[in-house]
């Protein structure tokens, strides 16, 4: 017997000697090999019993194997450096990625294993029911849809209904902690496998009680009987399949290598800007209020964010070093990196927003009104010309004149005239495009125009307040605004960019992603030559690329959509598309990029079965009929351009005629695909208008591109749709119907493939710099002389000078009279002088100033500069009536006796005794706080007066020079504190008894 024991003991442990020998050799100078000796003596984190932890203890044997019960708790050490990298499954990579930047991957793809429902050891009923539903989903070409609506659409994908339950109830077990699968959405267990749970339920009958516990109580629920099924992107391995029942795999997941960025450090090696990732941890610069705030907390959660109240300042916190990075407009953006050789775009279109023009959310008539006038720009296609116009010649443009008499009322305009193209001053008159939109409209329906320039913070809270009618400066729709104001029709979607100084930018950033700038379609193709090339299943396209490019490696899909994941996912460098569905692509996938067009025109029709003749000509009879009214055009152009807002295809026949039944993918955007739970799409619309026509009801049927095939043929479906080329192999097995397409292949590539290519085909320019001397003169050029913007500084000057003389004297007034009720001896009237010098005193002055214009002065249609003047005088009267009451009490009280005894009044006492004394000994803290009351009318610009802070903030916006305006202003300001200190010491010196008795001994 002990023979026995130690021979089987020699021959398992021979075993493992060359398990773990053939283990090694297998890694030897392959890329799992490379990670291993990488991380060896390193910890990996894993999921308890999963494939990843099989996988980690194969093959990362010099490791530290750390286990977890999820994968966030796994990410989650990672994050605390608890764990050196975490093997997790791609869709738990791809979420941690988008909320994290902190978060890469090392090596992606590393292993993949099918995924399962588990069963009961022996309940081989329920679970061959299970494994028959799959099959059905499988050949409808369900799963795949099913698993990509989850993935890419979980916000508002619709779980199905619960059954009766007639045939039992079943217990299903899963965890809601893993994103698709399985999670929590407003407090209900949602995902992909829960979703396919309550379809099986469905399918046989069955009531389903779904049971939420964690990961490790799964497997001994099913063991114990406590559960029947249980489905939570479980890995089928052989340790679990000796406890438990797999069904088929249903999904197929791969697993992904993670690792954490140090704080603070780019990935690129020399601590160089070049992509998005490389921004995870810096500084942005925000202009507060503005949607950058929520971009960058979607994008870039890690980020710090600094905020500013005008572009222009983040521009010059940009280039002092206070922020690293910003985001604006594109057309904006264009003009700051011309005006602006310091700041270069890095990343061109990282977000498309809508812009419109916002109005109170009580104005109805007049934003129904608007709307109506941007549609009908945009139909007639001069909003496209105009935007064009101001974009690319802003210099030379010009704006309507205002020819309305004035009877359809007065249109309150706010804007800041600081952001050009959109509004801007120009040769001292307000000009850019949302000015001119306006004014076209002002003259449609002859309306005066009152133009009010406000700082950003400040349009939104005057059209609120019904301070302004309309406001408009390229404003970002956003859903929390609307639950503000209301918003017009959207006249542009502008592209966000991403800019930084250009000195942090790697050498050879790319600058756009729309194409590789000088190289023709042929030339970008030949890059791919040697790429992964990804393509829909059966696409016409594929001899042309297989004959041009043969070393390119191809991979086949069942959708377009699933192409765009494998596109984001990096498993293929390039993708094949449709012309048609791109433009949807991009939308839904913004970090994708058009590569190429146009390389490979094909004519687009419907398939029948050859049996079918007499329906195809049906069909192509309606398509010949809508290409000669101009209604076929219409339709293409609508849903290529306008899809997501296009109202759904409806059908207006009895039904009478019979019904048709149509295979299509409904994933193909803008062509066919589901939308609001309904069919939707270019091809969905000429259906029904055919099947209207001929009173025919329509049936849809979803399926992959090879089951729409397969489906023809077997006479499950009458019709195929979803952009399908004719190719000649193709008409000797189905029969197609007239051309409503001839369109083109696309070629689609992320936006950090397009970074990559452009990095090795761009000639980077470097301008020389000029001197300081040459910079001043040109910066005295571009700020004081062009479009004689010395004038603004003018007028500024002036405004700033009255607002402050005025103020004083107003204040001094006020104070006068509240020292007097300080010094009363009436509780009532002291009380009431001591309370408003404490609210007064402890409100912050721009609180006091918004405060006074949007809400006391309201309803009153004011010129803000009396507004600012009330406002200054109310905070001014506050300190100086202490310096009055102080002042004069600070006399002997004897004195004001001796001049009652003389025979004096206490107003002639008060008079000509105390005042004198009382004055001269003000006067110098009077002086300072008069200094500090001219500075602090620099904050004017947040009610719309344009002083002179503000017309630099103007000048500035223009320009794009962050200093030489508020340097030009500083100066000033020193100037006018400077005249009036003098002009207070002269009046100090006036008050001076010693120097009147001296001047009258020398006379």
């Known amino acids: 017997m002990k023979q026995l024991q130690r021979l089987l003991s020699l021959t398992l442990l021979a075993l493992l000697v060359a398990a773990c020998g053939g283990g090694q050799k297998q890694q030897e100078g392959t890329p799992i090999g490379n990670l291993a000796e990488q991380y060896a003596g390193k910890r990996i984190g894993v999921l308890l019993g999963s494939a990843q932890e099989d996988f980690g203890r194969k093959y990362f044997t010099k490791s530290t194997i750390e286990t977890f019960d999820i994968a966030p708790t796994a990410l989650a050490a990672l994050q605390a450096n608890k764990i050196d990298a975490a093997l997790v499954n791609t869709d738990a990579s791809r979420l941690a990625l988008e909320s994290n930047n902190r978060l890469y991957v090392i090596q992606s793809d590393i292993t993949s294993t099918g995924l399962g429902f588990a069963f009961k050891k022996g309940n081989d009923k329920l679970r061959n029911r299970f494994n028959q539903f799959l099959n059905e989903m499988k050949e409808a070409g369900q799963l795949d849809t099913l698993y990509a609506r989850w993935e890419q659409h979980f916000d508002t994908a619709v779980m199905p209904d619960e059954s009766d339950g007639d045939a039992g109830t079943i217990n299903f077990g899963t965890t809601g902690m893993d994103n698709p699968f399985s999670t929590i959405r407003n407090n209900k267990l949602v995902g992909y496998d829960v979703d396919l749970a309550y379809r099986f339920a469905q399918r046989f009958g069955y009531r389903l009680k779904v049971n939420r516990m964690d990961f490790g109580g799964l497997i001994p629920g099913i063991v114990s009987g406590k559960l029947d099924m249980i489905g939570n ?44 990732a490389d921004l995870a941890n810096i500084r942005f610069g925000i202009m507060t209020g503005s949607v950058y705030d929520a971009l960058i907390r979607q994008h870039f959660p890690h980020a710090k964010r600094v905020y500013f109240e005008r572009a222009a300042d983040v521009t010059m916190a940009l280039m002092a070093g206070k922020c690293d990075a910003m985001m604006m407009e594109h057309s904006l953006a264009v003009l700051m990196e011309k005006e602006n050789p310091a700041v270069k775009i890095l990343i061109d279109g990282f977000e498309k927003q809508d812009m419109a023009f916002a109005f109170n959310s009580k104005n109805t008539a007049l934003e129904q009104k608007f709307s109506d006038f941007i549609r009908e720009l945009k139909a007639s296609g001069e909003m496209k010309t105009l935007l064009s116009g101001w974009e690319n010649h802003f210099d030379t443009m010009s704006i309507p004149k205002l020819t309305g008499d004035g009877s359809g009322g007065t249109l309150r305009f706010g804007c800041s005239l600081e952001g050009a193209p959109a509004s801007a001053i120009r040769h001292g008159e307000p000009v850019g495009t949302n000015v001119d939109i306006v004014y076209r409209f002002a003259n449609k329906y002859n309306m005066k125009v009152q133009l009010t320039p406000l700082p950003f913070t400040a349009m939104l809270a005057s059209v609120e307040t019904g301070k302004c009618d309309i406001i408009g400066d390229n404003i970002s729709v956003s859903e929390e605004r609307k639950k503000r104001m209301l918003f017009s ?56 690329f297989k004959t041009n490019y043969p070393d390119a490696d191809y991979s086949f899909f069942n959708t377009v959509t699933d192409l765009a994941v494998a596109l984001n996912n990096n498993k293929v460098d390039a993708g094949v598309a449709w012309e048609t569905v791109t433009p949807g692509l991009l939308k839904i996938n913004p970090n994708l990029a058009l590569y190429a067009d146009g390389v490979y025109k094909v004519d687009y029709s419907f398939c029948f079965n050859k049996k079918d003749a007499a329906l195809c000509d049906s069909v192509s009879a309606t398509i010949r009929r809508l290409r000669a009214s101009g209604e076929l055009e219409k339709i293409q152009s609508d849903w290529t351009e306008r899809w997501e807002t296009m109202p759904l295809p409806r059908l207006t026949g009895d039904g009478s005629g019979g019904t048709i039944v149509v295979g299509a993918t409904m994933t193909d955007v803008p062509c066919s695909f589901i939308k609001e739970g309904q069919p939707a799409g270019m091809d969905v619309d000429i259906i029904y208008r055919y099947a209207s026509a001929h009173n025919l009801k329509v049936e849809f049927r979803k399926f992959d591109f090879g089951g729409m095939l397969q489906a023809l043929s077997t006479g499950r479906a009458d019709m195929l749709c979803g952009e399908i080329a004719v190719t000649s192999e193709r008409q000797k097995q189905y029969l197609f119907s007239d051309s409503y397409q001839h369109a083109g292949t696309t070629v689609l590539v992320t936006r950090a493939f397009m970074q990559s290519e452009e990095s090795a085909v761009a000639t980077v320019h470097v301008d020389e710099e000029p001197g300081w001397w040459e910079s001043l003169k040109k910066s005295f050029d571009s700020n004081l002389i062009q479009e004689k913007r010395y004038m603004l500084i003018v007028d500024g000057l002036w405004v ?18 509240i020292c007097f009720l300080r010094m009363n001896r009436r509780p009532l009237l002291n009380g009431i002088a001591r309370g408003y010098i404490t609210l007064v005193r402890g409100t912050p002055i721009l609180v006091l100033l918004m405060i006074m214009y949007y809400v006391i002065f309201a309803k009153v249609n004011i010129n803000a500069i009396p507004v600012a003047i009330f406002a200054f005088a109310m905070n001014f009267a506050a300190y100086v009536s202490e310096m009055f009451r102080t002042a004069i009490e600070s006399i002997p009280g004897g004195q004001t006796e001796a001049g009652i005894a003389m025979g004096f009044t206490k107003v002639k006492t008060f008079l000509y005794i105390i005042l004198p004394q009382a004055v001269r000994r003000v006067l110098p803290v009077y002086k300072g706080e008069f200094i500090s009351l001219v500075k602090t009318t620099s904050i004017v610009g947040y009610i719309a007066v ?48 010693k120097r009147k008795l001296s001047k009258k001994k020398k006379s």
């Open 233 to 276: 992107s479980i890995q089928i391995n052989e340790a679990r399949a000796q406890n438990v029942d797999f069904s088929e795999p249903y999904f197929s997941q791969s697993c992904d290598l993670i690792g954490v960025r140090s704080n603070n450090q780019p990935s690129g090696t020399d601590g160089k800007y070049r992509s998005a």
């Open 489 to 544: 029709e959207p006249y542009a979607a502008d592209p966000i960019d991403i800019l930084v100084l250009k000195e942090k930018m790697a050498d050879a950033a790319p600058a756009a992603f729309d194409g590789i700038a000088g190289l023709s379609t042929k030339e970008r193709l030949d890059l791919l030559k040697d790429k992964r090339i990804g393509m829909v299943t059966g696409d016409e396209a594929e001899a042309f």
């Open 800 to 817: 700033t000078l009255i607002i402050s003389v005025l103020s004083a004297l107003l204040g001094t007034l006020f104070g006068a009279g």
């Open 946 to 993: 344009e002083d002179l802070t503000k017309a630099s903030d103007i000048i500035r916006s223009r320009t794009f020079d962050a200093f030489f305006p508020l340097i030009l202003v500083a100066i000033i300001y020193f100037f006018i504190a400077w005249a009036f200190t003098l002009l207070l010491d002269q009046l100090d010196a006036g008050t001076d008894p």
